[in-house]
Every structure is written in structure tokens, then in C-alpha cells.
């Protein structure tokens, strides 16, 4: 598999070392260098690239405001010489970040993670199982495990893992798997993200209390500010 990279950095240097990083790396290719980020928000509008790496502080136009103008197919790394940038990056749902000056070890570890997501999601559109309306497939045990969607109350983050839990007396399923793409993944079914933790199902949702705490299963799960507007829109 190879991958289609995008850079966008004000600074030339900062543009030719990730393109000499994307040359190095066998399943990356370099499509595109911008300095200008004005001039790349169209381009990529047009052709988006299957992974950006975005520089976050730039004139005009910000990496941050430019990442809401992508679509969800394209990974974003975002490249900062701020580290305070980190926790932001993660806010606006970015596959990684990368402090400058960025090191080629980071830097693969932090494309691999964008590969891994595709290849996962390649291998689920040819492999696994098709998804019904009502459920969909996972790994789990070396094994592709239904996941029930109408019995599906919440899933949790841990660390690398996910866990799904559902109504009784179903078990809980555990799966390797980030957050930010299982979010993706549910989001059309009727699940929100609350926390950096927790993504629930709104249709389970027994109450939400004054303290914007959610009341799901025997779970009390808080919404937190970065999910709250998003969370009320869609629940009212």
C-alpha cells in the first residue's frame, strides 16, 4: 500500500526535511509542498492527500483552521515547534503530532499509525464480514466479532484498546483500536464521542443531569466542554 502525502509549512526547510523523510519511507509518496497555506486549503480541497502533515502556526490561515477543511479520509499529522499545541491537535481528531525538530524515528512511528488505519480499513471493506445496518465487525482474540449495535450501550477507551459494552447479560467486547477511528466508524449509527474516554449510544441514554453527566447502563459518564455543544445539538 502506498500512501499520498501533503505538506504545508510556512518554513522551506521545515517542508524539505518531511519530503526527504516521505522519499525514505517505502510506502509514503510526496505529492505536494505548500509554504503558502491559503494556496493549499484549495488544492487539497480538490485532491485530498491520504496523509497531511500541517504546520499549525502559519499566517492567514492556521493548521487548525485549515484540519476543518478536510475531509475525514485524510490522516492528519500535525508539525509544531510548540509542544502546548498537543492536547489542540488531538481536539480537532489529528492521527499524531510531530514536535519539531522531528526526528525520522518519530516521524515513522507516526505514519505507521496512518497506515495501520488504512490497512484495517482496506481489510474490512474486502475481507471481514459485510456490516449490516444494525452491527458491525471487529477484531478481537484473532477472531472478527459482531458488534451489535442495538445492544451496544457505550464503548471506552484503554489506552490502545477499546472495550464495547452492551446491555445485559451480554459481555463486553475488547478490540485494538484507536478512538478517534472507532468515532468515525459509529458516528453515522447514533453514537457520540463525550470525552477523550467515552463514545455512547444517545438512544440509551436514561438522563443528563444538571452537571452534564450522562446517565447510561450503571454508568455515569461527564461531558466534557470540548463535547458539549456538539452533544446537545444533536441530542435535543
Not at 483552521?65 to 489529528?94: G, H, N, P, R, W
Not at 492521527?95 to 525520522?104: C, E, F, I, N, T
Not at 488504512?118 to 471487529?138: Q, R
Request: glycine share 2%.
Amino acid at each position: 500500500m502506498e500512501l499520498n502525502c501533503v505538506v504545508i509549512d510556512d518554513e522551506p526547510q521545515a517542508v524539505e526535511l518531511l519530503k526527504n523523510y516521505i522519499a525514505r519511507t517505502p510506502f509514503l509518496k510526496f505529492c505536494a509542498g505548500y509554504t503558502d497555506s491559503v494556496e493549499a486549503a484549495s488544492q487539497i480541497i480538490k485532491n485530498p492527500p491520504d496523509i497531511l502533515f500541517l504546520d499549525i502556526q502559519m499566517p492567514d490561515l492556521d493548521g487548525l483552521e485549515l484540519s476543518k477543511m478536510v475531509l475525514k479520509q485524510t490522516k492528519i499529522i500535525f508539525t509544531t515547534a510548540f509542544k502546548q499545541y498537543a492536547f489542540e491537535s488531538y481536539d480537532v481528531s489529528a492521527a499524531d503530532y510531530l514536535l519539531k525538530p522531528s526526528s525520522y524515528a518519530k516521524f515513522l512511528k507516526s505514519t505507521q499509525k496512518c497506515l495501520e488505519w488504512f490497512e484495517m480499513k482496506v481489510s474490512a471493506e474486502t475481507s471481514a464480514p459485510k456490516n449490516s445496518g444494525n452491527d458491525i465487525f471487529v477484531k478481537s482474540d484473532g477472531m472478527m466479532v459482531r458488534v451489535n449495535l442495538s445492544e451496544l450501550l457505550y464503548v471506552c477507551g484503554l489506552k490502545d484498546y477499546v472495550k464495547f459494552v452492551f446491555r445485559p447479560p451480554i459481555k463486553p467486547v475488547i478490540s485494538l483500536m484507536t478512538m478517534k477511528n472507532l468515532e468515525e466508524m459509529l458516528l453515522p449509527y447514533g453514537f457520540l464521542r463525550v470525552n477523550r474516554s467515552y463514545i455512547v449510544a444517545t438512544d440509551k441514554i436514561k438522563s443528563v443531569d444538571k452537571n452534564d453527566c450522562i446517565c447510561i447502563g450503571d454508568e455515569i459518564i461527564h461531558v466534557t466542554d470540548i463535547y458539549k455543544d456538539e452533544f446537545y445539538k444533536h441530542l435535543f
